[in-house]
């Protein structure tokens, strides 16, 4: 069965530092989006991709955080300067077409430490 | 804005015994509702969704769920719980007009043996 795969699992780094976390949505999927989770709390959506533009964003994606779809299966998320509060699970998901009631498949995430 | 209450953080039920994880949800508009199930260390995974139609939904492994209208509620199932169903459980709402899914704040199953 696909699945979506991103990379790395785990991301330790220092503030003020640039991060790209990487995701490979399933193949057939044309909506791509980044959620995170803070320990503790909620899953939060930050953005949605399509057509390799973003469709909506969340309060939270400000001017530190992008997106990109450099190629034909990668879809990345890019936190600029990193801040301690960056420090969360990230996931990334995809859907097949009309999102708002197609499922979307999450990927395993990737814990970003923030130090 | 939509929003989802996950009243229980935490569910305890005994092994053979039904379970419920209960979910309400915000009315605007026709709502999407979905469930999802997180294991430590993994990401989240679909278990099941109404969108329309019979009001009780099946879903994988055995759970199902019922939207309830008047109620605003959408509450998860399973008739008899398994010690591997011991996940934390989220449900979400997305709408026509929103794309994003919108999580409640998750509930811990722990299912007794």
């Known amino acids: 069965e696909p699945e979506v795969t991103q990379t790395p699992s785990h991301q330790v780094t220092q503030m003020g530092q640039e991060v790209i976390l990487r995701c490979v949505p399933i193949s057939n999927h044309l909506y791509f989006y980044w959620y995170r989770q803070i320990l503790g709390q909620k899953v939060e959506f930050l953005v949605s991709f399509y057509n390799n533009e973003i469709s909506e964003k969340s309060e939270i994606f400000d001017d530190q955080f992008s997106v990109e779809r450099p190629d034909g299966s990668n879809f990345t998320l890019k936190i600029r300067s990193t801040k301690l509060e960056d420090s969360a699970m990230y996931f990334c998901?995809?859907?097949?077409?009309?999102?708002?009631?197609?499922?979307?498949?999450f990927g395993p995430g990737t814990r970003l430490l923030v130090l | 804005a939509q929003s989802v209450a996950q009243p229980e953080d935490q569910v305890n039920v005994a092994e053979g015994n039904p379970l419920t994880v209960k979910c309400t949800y915000s009315v605007s508009g026709n709502p999407y509702l979905f469930w999802y199930v997180q294991y430590p260390n993994r990401g989240l995974q679909f278990l099941l969704k109404y969108i329309t139609g019979d009001n009780l939904v099946k879903g994988s492994y055995g759970f199902e769920a019922e939207f309830n209208k008047s109620q605003t509620s959408f509450h998860l199932k399973k008739p008899s719980a398994l010690v591997s169903d011991s996940a934390l459980y989220f449900c979400a709402v997305s709408y026509r007009s929103a794309r994003q899914l919108t999580f409640g704040s998750g509930t811990q199953l722990t299912v007794l043996p």
């Open positions: 998901a995809s859907s097949p077409d009309r999102p708002a009631q197609e499922t979307q498949y």
